[in-house]
């Protein structure tokens, strides 16, 4: 979902984090400034959906695994330039269980999928809130 204010875009995402046994899933993707990162699947919010759906659907698309949703993570809002405009982003993020592997078949956007483990996640991601939202999972998990 995006919305336009003068000067600036506000956009509205959802994602998962899957865990399965002190692993968790990661995708592999080229970002805007045409880096490969390591990352958490998300996307945007569809017309007619919440974001519980839009998240679900996302890592299905992203990663062929279709999942349950365990509880709500941390929101995160960043910042970034796109096309010379600012566009301030929320991301409602879920904690998720995978059930079934129906095929990994990634979108043109990601070009792998891996499963990590837990404590070796911290070594591949970059991006500041992927790295908070691993740090949630890693305390909860110990718990």
Do not use: C
């Not at 592999?28 to 996307?43: A, C, R, S, Y």
């Not at 365990?70 to 010379?84: A, D």
């Amino acid at each position: 979902m995006v919305k336009k204010k003068k000067g600036m875009n506000f956009e509205y995402s959802a994602g998962g984090v899957l865990y399965d046994q002190s692993k968790i899933l990661l995708i592999e993707v080229e970002n805007l400034q045409g880096k490969v990162v390591w990352t958490f699947p998300k996307g945007h919010i569809e017309t007619g959906e919440d974001a519980r759906m839009a998240a679900l659907r996302e890592v299905e698309e992203e990663t062929g695994y279709v999942s349950e949703i365990i509880r709500e993570l941390p929101r995160v809002s960043y910042h970034f330039m796109r096309g010379g405009i600012l566009v301030r982003k929320t991301v409602r993020w879920f904690l998720m269980r995978p059930k079934d592997l129906k095929e990994i078949k990634t979108k043109d956007e990601v070009r792998r999928v891996n499963w990590s483990d837990l404590s070796k996640a911290e070594d591949k991601l970059i991006y500041p809130s992927d790295l908070h939202l691993l740090r949630v999972v890693r305390r909860e998990m110990r718990a």
